[in-house]
Structure formats: structure tokens, C-alpha cells
């Protein structure tokens, strides 16, 4: 038996969707089939206003630039995360100040961010590991107390909820990813939320190039040119039409997602009741949303060893983040400050094939092949 860790989704008429743009009159961006699925993500979870990106990473991007970050300015945001968080404001040429997680689960430590702020920080960057919520209220008042922009990094977390509010509609700026492992998808792509008024113009100027080129066409600009820094961030339409026929599976997609993620959990219990392994946490404020599925384990070599076992059973297993404090690239930027939980959920984290279509006869192997690996 053969079980990829992922398998992206195709439903049949995704075949169609760039004949579907292009009888549509665009394959570019910004055209039909963007406004549609920019209309449904914001009438869905109430997002202010979206704007289609070729990846999170530029969302990101479009958030510093937003935000002001200037050279000097710090940003506070977790280690355990992928390189695209950091990127986006270190070239902007911010200082990274680097937060560890909460003890129990991989989400930001709002006691962390505390002890980092200083009159130079500038901005929070919040990262909701596994679509499962940080403490919003928490590192929203901290902001407000400190008159910080806040952006979440909602990567993993597309209909997903803190107290009933979709993740990436809570801060400032909300980030989001179409790369095919996530729980939609066009290839590549992204997506930026922005909730606060004052940026809603701006942000559609940066995203068309540093053009006022959307109102121009709306006719409400005479004259088309050069006003604002920006650049090629648009999402072409022809992705935007396979994304738009995944919304339209979104719920069966979703439906589907959280199955499997609530089979692992209730099969897998028992070994966290015999304190072999820890499964995820879901605290009362957050939802799951099918996005993956980890265990933690006790130390990295068995971590390692699980992985190579499964490996031989035919199953593609992985860890995750290397933290970005102790990277090749940074460690010797980094203050010397110990990230203990940061370094454990790098070190004994492995995440188990999670994908639609995930048949509950391989989710079986799977299960039995980590109890066999157990006795």
C-alpha cells in the first residue's frame, strides 16, 4: 500500500476552468472569475475587502508594505513558521524578533509577544498553526495597547473560527494560501484580507502595481497612472476560475476534511491516554478545519524513527518547521533567547497524510501501522 502525505483535489470540472476564463474574456488578473471568488470570501466570512495573490507569500508582502515597515522597525511573530512569514518584512529591512508558542499548542505565546515589545515594535504577526486559532482577544488588546498593526498569518486556516469570527478577519491584514496542500487550492496562490478601512484604497493600488489602473477602469479616475510603490501581485484569472470551482466544493471539501481529521483523533486517543503520544489541542475558543492532522511525540529520535517505520509501510509521513530562529541564515541574527516549546514541537512534531479522499481503510493502515510501531 502506497499513501502519499498529499493528494490534491480535483473535482472534473476543474478540467474546464481555463476555457471558463477565457470565454469569460480574461486570463489576467483581476478579471471575472477573480471578482467572483473575491465576492465569495468576502460575503462568506466577512472579510472588509480581498484581493487574489499569486501566494501567501506576496499577500504578506502587500501587508508590510501596508503596515509602513520601514528599516529598523520590529516585528514580533512566531519562530515556528514557514520562511514566507519572516520574508515579507525582512525585506523591508524590519528586525525580526522571534516569539516562542504556548506549551500545548504550536500558536503563538501572547505572554511571548509581551516580553518583546518595545518602542520600536511595530507590527505583530500572528500564525495559526493548523487552521487552529491563537488567543485573539489577548494579542488584539496587546496591540491596541501598544498601537500595533496586527497580521495574521492565516496560511492553514481557511474556514476556520475564533469564537465564530473566520480566522483573517480579526487583525488588520489576514494572509492566505492556495498552494496545493492546502484545503483549496489553484497550483499556487493567495490571498490578502484587509480589515481596517484606512487601508482599503491603498491596498488595491500596491496590489495593481503601484497603479490607480482597478478605478480607472471602474471610471472613477479620468487618467491611469504611476501613484503608490507596488507590484505584479495579481493572481491570473484562469487560476482564479479552478479556485472559484473549488469554493463551489467547499462545503463537501470541508465536510470531508474534518471526517478524516476527527477519525484520527478518536482512534489515535487511546494512545494518548497511555501517554504514549499527544494529539492536537483544540482550545474552547477555536474550531479544527481539516487542514492536517500531527502527533506529538516524546523526543525527536522517535519522532524520526516513526517516520522511517511508516516509510517502510508504505506511508508518507513528515515533520515540519525547522524554526527560523536558529536557521542557517538567522541564528547568529537572533538574541541568544531560548524558545524551549518552539524547539519541542520542531523536534517531535509529524503530521500524517491528510488529503480528500483520504479513504477511511488507509486511515485504518495508518493507525495500525503507529500501534505497531508502539508494541
Known sequence: ????????????????????????GTLSGNGVFT??????????????????????????????????????????MPSFTFVSTANAFAIRGAKLR????????????????????????????????????????????????????VVEDAAHSIDSYYKGRALGSIGHFGTFSFHETKN???????????????????????????????????????????????SSFLLSDAL?????????NLDKIQSARKRIWEHYYHELKPLEEKGVLELPVIPSYATQNGNMFYCILHTQVERDNLIVYLKDKGIQSVFHYLPLHSSPYFHEKHDGRPLPNTD????????????????????KYIIGSIKEFFN
Open 1 to 24: 500500500m502506497k499513501i502519499p502525505f498529499n493528494k490534491p483535489y480535483y473535482p472534473v470540472a476543474g478540467l474546464f476552468s481555463v476555457p471558463r476564463a477565457a470565454i469569460a
Open 35 to 76: 471578482k467572483k471568488c473575491q465576492q465569495y470570501f468576502e460575503n462568506r466570512f466577512h472579510f472588509r475587502k480581498t484581493l487574489l495573490t499569486t501566494s501567501c507569500s506576496d499577500a504578506l508582502e502587500m501587508a508590510a508594505i501596508l503596515a509602513n515597515i520601514q528599516p529598523g522597525d520590529e516585528v514580533i
Open 98 to 149: 522571534f516569539a516562542d508558542v504556548e506549551h500545548n499548542i504550536p500558536d503563538i505565546s501572547p505572554a511571548s509577544i509581551e516580553e518583546l515589545i518595545t518602542p520600536a515594535t511595530r507590527a505583530l504577526v500572528v500564525v495559526h498553526y493548523s487552521g487552529i486559532a491563537c488567543d485573539m482577544d489577548r494579542i488584539m488588546k496587546i496591540a491596541a495597547k501598544h498601537n500595533l498593526f
Open 184 to 230: 483549496i487550492f489553484c497550483g499556487e496562490g493567495g490571498m490578502l484580507a484587509i480589515n481596517d478601512n484606512r487601508f482599503l484604497s491603498r491596498a488595491e493600488i500596491i496590489w495593481e502595481k503601484g497603479t490607480n489602473r482597478a478605478a480607472f477602469y471602474r471610471g472613477e479616475s479620468s487618467t491611469y497612472n504611476w501613484v503608490d510603490i507596488g
Open 240 to 248: 482564479a476560475a479552478f479556485l472559484y470551482i473549488q469554493l463551489e
Open 344 to 363: 519541542r514541537f520542531s523536534q517531535c512534531i509529524i503530521r500524517l497524510p491528510f488529503y480528500y479522499g483520504l479513504k477511511k481503510s488507509q486511515i
